[in-house]
């Protein structure tokens, strides 16, 4: 009789998450950014532990001061290329072209190939750096070649137009769970390219219809009716793609041992919580500037009726109110920025996950206990240039 697939719970609650985010965004405000890796720290940890295949919490054991590490070897990096890469771009494009878009262009096109490095070292630093069962994970060097792999691929998916993005989307992510390890057990993306189509199938359909809109819109003025809903079905269409070639690719994924995987995430119910958590958000954070308005105009008018001329001329004929009007601007602009990270983790961030999550299965489980430790990566820098650059490094 074949053993029930292993189960995965996702234990977090909103309320503490909220909290947690809140602390974490107000600290890292007062400390000018600073508090960010720590921040991030907690974060994942509370992320992690919510996290439990057959009730087994998973486990981040990422430090702050790699994260900040990292970031400074970044910007040290980053403080090179645009010091003098850009210096030399911009003087040949003056020099031959008497023009400085192409430097820019030229620079820019120069930074994609370490957009891709940090992506693979941030999902490296990740595995390396959790724990389940008391076995790490790991992945294997290779950010260059990752790199210019995904170059390469994404010429060849817009030189298509798009139709051979599924070939994209295999192969690298094949890439990247071929040197993938749970403890010495590696994981194994099986399957082909050729299986990701049916994913495609919105985000194609929603695509052409875009695509017959903007072309019609050179005879038609009211031809944009069709562009609107076409972008929207694209856009929906892209949400679909992405959650059924996870649960596709899911399927096809082995753990050496015969360990496998079985993802059943829904479409629906991800665009669902997209739609409706960033909508919430908004109508909150709306009422609350709305809220905020009214009353600061209110309690001016009050103050200006009740003191009369003598109330503006105190305030030095309006430039003590302008500058008390500045400062209470710049504290609500943060207190409005931090609450959008906090909603977005409580509303959007962690519902998907936890659909992710409690959707997955691991099938043979009792293979499990036959994978045994692998050593500790060595990662001083952790995910430098992911911070600087700003990809791959939050949850």
């Known amino acids: 009789m074949p053993l029930r697939p292993l189960e995965i719970e996702f234990a977090g609650t909103r309320g503490p998450l909220m909290r947690l985010a809140l602390a ?78 192409t430097a820019y262009a030229l620079s820019f096109v120069g930074l994609v190939p370490f957009w891709f490095y940090a992506r693979y070292r941030a999902r490296r630093y990740l595995l390396a750096r959790t724990r389940w069962r008391g076995l790490r994970f790991g992945q294997e060097p290779g950010a260059w070649a990752y ?24 192969w690298l992510e094949k890439f990247r769970t071929d040197r993938t390890w749970y403890g010495a057990a590696r994981l194994e993306q099986g399957g082909r390219w050729q299986m990701l189509w ?27 009716l069709i562009v609107v809903p076409g972008a929207v079905w694209a856009l929906a269409g892209l949400v679909y793609y992405r959650v059924h070639s996870f649960r596709i690719l899911a399927a096809h994924k082995r753990l050496a041992g015969g360990i496998g995987f079985n993802a059943q995430p829904r479409a629906g119910r991800v665009l669902r919580i997209y739609i409706l958590g960033n909508l919430l958000i908004a109508i909150l954070l709306g009422v609350l500037i709305t809220a905020v308005t009214v009353l600061a105009a209110l309690a001016f008018a009050a103050l200006g ?54 959707t997955l299965e691991i099938e043979n489980p009792h293979r499990l ?9 060595a990662f001083a820098e952790a995910e430098g240039f992911a911070e600087a650059l700003d990809v791959g490094a939050a949850i």
């Open 147 to 170: 790199a210019w792999r995904a170059l390469g691929h994404w010429a060849v998916t817009l030189l298509s137009l798009g139709l051979l993005l599924p070939r994209q989307t295999f």
């Open 24 to 101: 974490t965004s107000v600290k890292t405000v007062l400390t000018l950014g600073i508090y960010r890796f720590w921040a991030k720290t907690r974060l994942r940890r509370w992320y992690w532990s919510a996290v439990r295949p057959g009730g087994v919490p998973l486990e981040y054991a990422g430090e702050p001061l790699e994260k900040l590490m990292g970031f400074l070897i970044a910007v040290v990096f980053l403080a090179f290329y645009i010091g003098v890469v850009n210096l030399v771009l911009v003087f040949f494009s003056f020099s031959l072209l008497a023009d400085n878009g």
């Open 198 to 224: 049916p994913a495609m199938r919105h985000l194609l359909m929603g695509g052409a219809l875009t695509a017959l809109g903007l072309a019609a819109t050179l005879v038609a003025k009211m031809a944009w």
């Open 305 to 358: 009726g009740l003191a009369g001329p003598e109330f503006w001329a105190a305030l030095g004929g309006g430039g003590i109110l302008t500058g008390v009007t500045t400062a209470a601007g710049v504290v609500f602009y943060f207190v409005i920025f931090i609450l959008w990270g906090v909603l977005g983790h409580a509303f959007v961030t962690m519902p998907v996950l936890a659909h992710y999550a409690e």
């Open 369 to 377: 206990a036959e994978v045994t430790q692998r050593p500790r990566d």
